[in-house]
């Protein structure tokens, strides 16, 4: 919403404000301005002058020579334009004056300063004005000269200040309303926002035509059949048009808003828009079928030509506005192009009306027409303003003399809203703010905003406009904004001591966070949804369950269509935007939600589960995936054993470089891990070797152990054995491990695998492994004989597995 | 012998007085004490002195076998002196050459502004916990006071699942989940992604993370609202920060307020950071709605409460002076490492 400083005050004549006060105090008071244009920023020494006699230039066939009369002085200006003559009142600029910019239109930061001098050899000691020049345009101005001096009306009082005259000491604010308020979108709205936030009186205006001709029921029927879709409709109506420009007041009212003006009638629709919130149509009786008016649901599939000459598509949700034979506008959207206003127009209709807000703004929409007046309409209006702001618009008519009044008014209303009534409460205000303002303080915000108070009943009523204010929590706000929230004391909540604390997951993520990060991984963030097309990156199956996937119905593009359900397709995009970026190495973690459904499509809620996924590329191997796997797990306190199984099953994974992590003896599968497919890795771009493994962080929740034991650092030395076996390829370490770990026993502390060989010394698809084992007792030094009949007993188990010492 | 004894002192003391290295002390020290050396041959001779003098001439042998291991341990001691500091000065290293460096991982800068969070709210006394992403309707909106069709619900600002179900636009949803426990008094802050139907730009991205916050129990005021902001602008952009509580509105707070903070690059002066304005807006806020309590079976007679929303990329951004909030999601090392 924008309103200019000017039109705001002609409803609290009494505000001073400078213009930076008026907008800190409008944004402390809750009416927030974006900005301010100010009109006389750049302009300075500009008065009105009259020329007394003009001269052509000795040496310049172009330049002009005048002799300028500014009141109190007469001053020689030489000037290029063509268009002064004797007797012309213009805007002059005195020396070391200011304009804002050139006659061509283009503004100067800070304006220009205009300096006595000379043109080819004659002393020039100012220069006049064009509106360019003034910092304005022919549109705001009409009746500006075009590529010339603006030649000023004949009231324009010479050596005054010519600033002043054209009502550019001012300023356009542009505020920012928020949806509740709708009755801001006024100056009507702004100007009593501005007197209760300045605490002055607020001077709103009662309409009323002096003068009317004949009977508006004589002329006119109106119906409305969706009285569900409009709540009210006006009308009035004018008859011997007279169309001209606007007097100058208006034209520069108009301006101020930014408007430009055109003619009395239509500068008077958007005068009365603009003052009062209320959008009004305008149309040619002559042109209404039967001089009837029916409001009422279109058809599905009727077509309708609106004003700016596109043919529309209705559908029966669209409410329009007909007359006895066809539609003639679409009711607070645009009106038809037969029905419009045209410059032989002898009588007009003029129609104020109340739409509901909702079925008007997603008629527009389906209609991909968002108007001036469908952006007021769809905020849901007033009702009660539809008839003061017709009866505005005729009073102008009437004032600007640009027609007759035809008397009466057509006011189809028949549920009125009537004004709500709230329990005026102090205390209630105090207590709920926090604040001690006295009873009479807090009474005196209320009449500025039109809010009525009865002492006898203690109850305020409240206008209709505000249709934000409901329930007493209401009133507090108006209380606090005005009190202003600054002057409101700045206080900690005095109840009980309570303990703060982050909840289990979030204490689980940030040990997982730790780890990552001391194994030199990065926190990535992606985005929650992704492609389909992921899953066929990804070479997984038809029936994957990855690709039970949840879609959104309305997305911003297929790549961002389906709520992800693993981490994978995120990591090998991000692993991509690094190697594509000559990264040499990337190490990225991320911990977030996948979004598995429980049935498609959706009918509950999905299984978001906390995710961890981790990758890398450019230094290391699967073991280092391996290895950080573990140790998150490990730092997790999670006792139970872990199972590496390779089943190759994992469709995007190295077939034989991969593996499922599980959990329970195998029973409960908690993550994986692998060498990326080369294949996938190529089709995201990476070309190389890439690892990702992902786990199930919010299993783990449960099984993670923070609780830390003491075990006993030992007493006795340790005895270590080295032993090195040979054994089919196909044979997994885990294999010999077990063995190890089994007969072992107590006395086995750990074990180690320090070399892995393969090679023609042990023979084809043989290979070696050479393991480090550690023997200890709590209570004693080992000796050999304590650790040779465990270690006969290992050899004996691995040789049932046809696994040899290597000799 | 004594005059024996004497000669091999006088010679051995000599000798290793002139010794210069320790391989030839260590020779010296077998050609005297060594099992072969001139000391054992001189104990060997002991047998022929006569039986009456052999205490004497023993404790000779011994004194003198003593006096030689004391000089060879002061050399041996001395030199073991020089050859260290000799070593030492051939050690000196250039300490301006860097340092090595472990490569470890780094944080997100999300992650880290929110950790900065959660600590000042844990500090004050909040819980942190989380909600559903995917959510239904009526969390994010209707028990928001937010009805249908209302202009927030258009679906060019929310993505839908279909009618019932969609992706949380605000954490906001969390607070009617919290309350609806039935537990009083509540003090809860809960981070967590939000979407909105944004086109990937500089300033907007169609996911998100905000953190809310929501107090409710008997006699919260707004002025406990202020206080509380206040003290988190302070500890979390700095001790000299001010803020400034302009109304607002959102459906499920009255009263509502923006909160401003005074610009931490120029302490309110203006400047090219807060755009020459000394204020930076970081948060929205406001009392619960009664109806909102109401709602979910508070009664809002007895119990107030106070929410607040803020956005922790915003924060983020803020902070960290990152200029396109598209590098959060791109995830480059070289912007990573920064943090």
Not at chain 1, 80 to 94: D, H, L, M, Q, R
Not at chain 1, 762 to 773: C, D, T
Request: net charge negative.
């Amino acid at each position: 919403m924008n309103a200019s400083l000017s039109w705001i005050k002609a409803y609290v004549p009494d505000l001073t404000a400078g213009y930076q006060e008026f907008r800190d105090a409008m944004t402390l008071s809750g009416t927030k301005v974006e900005g301010f244009t100010q009109f006389d920023k750049d302009l300075d020494k500009i008065v009105i002058g009259q020329i007394d006699k003009i001269e052509k230039h000795p040496d310049a066939d172009k330049l002009l020579i005048c002799q300028v009369n500014l009141g109190d002085e007469n001053v020689q200006i030489v000037t290029g334009a063509s268009n002064v003559f004797e007797g012309a009142k213009i805007p002059v600029v005195k020396d070391g004056g200011k304009v804002a910019g050139g006659h061509d239109g283009k503004m100067t930061e800070g304006g220009i300063t205009i300096k006595a001098g000379k043109l080819r050899g004659i002393d020039s000691y100012g220069m006049m004005c064009s509106i360019e020049e003034l910092g304005s345009t022919r549109e705001m101005y009409p009746d500006a000269a075009e590529n010339g001096i603006y030649i000023l009306p004949d009231d324009a009082e010479i050596g005054a200040d010519a600033i002043e005259y054209l009502g550019l000491h001012d300023a356009n604010y542009e505020f920012e309303i928020t949806s509740n308020r709708v009755d801001c979108y006024s100056v009507l709205g702004i100007a009593r926002e501005a007197a209760a936030t300045f605490r002055l009186p607020f001077h709103g205006i009662e309409p009323k035509i002096e003068k009317t001709i004949e009977d508006i029921h004589d002329y006119l029927e109106v119906e409305v059949e969706d009285p569900d879709l409009c709540p009210r409709y006006t009308c009035m109506m004018v008859k011997n048009i007279r169309l001209a420009p606007s007097p100058m007041w208006l034209q520069r009212r108009l301006a101020s808003n930014g408007i430009r003006p055109i003619n009395n009638v239509v500068d008077i629709t958007n005068y009365v828009m603009e003052e009062f919130g209320q959008p009004m149509h305008a149309f040619d009786y002559d042109t209404i079928h039967g001089h009837k008016i029916i409001v009422k649901r279109a058809n599905d599939g009727d077509l309708f030509v609106t004003l700016d000459g596109q043919e529309r598509k209705l559908d029966k949700d669209i409410l329009m506005i007909n007359d006895a034979e066809r539609p003639i506008g679409i009711a607070g959207i645009m009106g038809g192009e037969d029905s419009k206003i045209t410059d032989d127009v002898q009588t007009l209709v003029f129609e104020s009306a109340c739409f509901d807000g909702t079925n008007n703004r997603l008629s527009a929409k389906r209609l991909g027409m968002r108007t001036d007046a469908s952006g007021k309409y769809e905020k849901g209006l007033d009702p009660n303003n539809a008839l003061p702001a017709l009866i505005r618009a005729c009073q102008l008519i009437e004032e600007l003399d640009a027609g007759d009044v035809v008397g009466g008014t057509i006011d189809i209303y028949p549920d009125p809203v009537e004004e709500k009534q709230i329990l005026f409460d102090p205390e209630r205000i105090n207590a709920y703010l926090g604040t001690d303002i006295d009873e009479e303080t807090q009474l005196s915000f209320f009449p500025p905003l039109e809010i009525k108070y009865d002492p006898s009943t203690r109850m305020l009523t409240i206008p209709t406009f505000r249709q934000d204010l409901l329930r007493g929590a209401d009133i507090a706000e108006e209380v606090a904004r005005f009190y202003g929230y600054d002057n409101i004391p700045s206080t900690l909540p005095d109840s009980e001591e309570m303990s703060g604390r982050l909840t289990r997951g979030f204490v689980v993520q940030n040990k997982i966070r730790e780890t990552m990060r001391a194994y030199g991984y990065s926190e990535a963030m992606t985005f929650s949804f992704e492609s389909p097309k992921v899953f066929d990156k990804l070479h997984l199956v038809a029936d994957d369950p990855h690709r039970n996937a949840i879609t959104i119905s309305n997305p911003l593009g297929e790549d961002y269509s389906i709520m992800r359900t693993s981490l994978i397709n995120g990591m090998l995009t991000s692993l991509a935007i690094n190697y594509n970026r000559r990264n040499k190495t990337a190490a990225l973690y991320e911990l977030s939600n996948i979004y598995l459904p429980k049935a498609l499509p959706l009918t509950e809620l999905p299984d978001e589960r906390m995710t961890l996924c981790f990758g890398f590329y450019g230094d290391g191997d699967f073991f280092d995936l391996k290895g950080t796997m573990e140790e998150v797990l490990t730092r997790l306190g999670l006792k139970m054993s872990r199972d590496y199984v390779a089943d190759g099953s994992i469709a995007f994974l190295h077939p034989g470089r991969q593996a499922k992590v599980m959990i329970k003896g195998g029973r409960e599968q908690i993550g994986y891990l692998g060498e990326v497919h080369p294949q996938v890795s190529k089709t995201y771009g990476i070309n190389g070797k890439a690892y990702v493994a992902q786990v199930d962080a919010q299993a783990l929740y449960e099984y993670a152990n923070f609780d830390k034991k003491y075990k006993e650092i030992p007493k006795y030395p340790a005895v270590t054995r080295d032993l090195s076996m040979v054994m089919d390829k196909s044979i997994p370490a885990g294999e010999i491990e077990n063995v190890i770990a089994k007969c072992g026993g107590k006395l086995i502390e750990s074990y180690s695998l320090f070399d892995v060989y393969e090679g023609e010394r042990i023979g084809e698809n043989k290979k070696s492994l050479a393991y480090n084992l550690v023997f200890r007792a709590k209570d004693r030094t080992l000796e050999d004989k304590d650790v040779n009949p465990v270690i006969d007993k290992i050899i004996e188990k691995l040789k049932e597995k046809n696994i040899e010492l290597r000799s | 012998m004594k005059e024996k004894l004497a000669k091999i002192r006088q010679e051995a003391i000599e000798k290793i007085k002139n010794v210069s290295s320790m391989e030839s002390l260590n020779e010296l020290k077998v050609a005297y004490l060594g099992k072969k050396g001139q000391m054992t041959e001189v104990l060997k001779g002991m047998k022929d002195v006569d039986a009456s003098e052999r205490p004497l001439i023993g404790q000779m042998v011994n004194d003198t076998r003593n006096e030689i291991e004391n000089c060879f341990e002061e050399m041996r001691s001395s030199l073991e002196s020089a050859i260290l500091e000799a070593r030492l000065k051939t050690e000196v290293i250039d300490v301006t050459l860097p340092g090595k460096a472990k490569d470890l991982g780094h944080e997100h800068p999300c992650s880290l502004i929110l950790s900065e969070v959660e600590d000042i709210f844990i500090g004050m006394g909040y819980e942190v916990v989380s909600g559903p992403e995917v959510e239904y309707d009526y969390y994010n909106f209707e028990a928001l006071n937010i009805p249908a069709n209302h202009p927030a619900k258009d679906e060019q600002d929310t993505f839908y699942i279909n009618n019932d179900i969609l992706l949380r636009t605000q954490t906001s949803s969390v607070q009617i989940h919290q309350m609806e426990k039935g537990v009083l008094p509540i003090r809860m802050i809960a981070p967590g992604r939000v979407f909105r139907a944004d086109e990937v730009d500089a300033t907007h991205s169609p996911c998100f993370h905000q953190i809310e916050g929501l107090v409710v129990d008997k006699g919260i005021t707004f002025a406990d609202l202020k206080g509380t902001l206040d003290e988190f602008a302070k500890r979390f952009f700095g001790p000299d920060t001010r803020t400034k509580f302009r109304p607002h509105h959102f459906p499920f707070t009255e009263p509502s307020a923006e909160v401003d903070v005074s610009c931490f690059k120029c302490g309110g002066k203006g400047c090219r950071f807060c755009k020459g304005e000394g204020w930076i807006e970081i948060l929205g806020c406001g009392m619960v709605h009664p109806h909102v309590l109401e709602m979910v079976g508070i009664d809002p007679n007895e119990y107030s409460g106070f929410a607040f929303g803020m956005g922790l990329e915003r924060l983020t951004l803020l902070k960290c002076e990152i200029d396109d909030m598209r590098l959060l999601y791109e995830n480059d090392s070289r912007f990573l490492k920064q943090f």
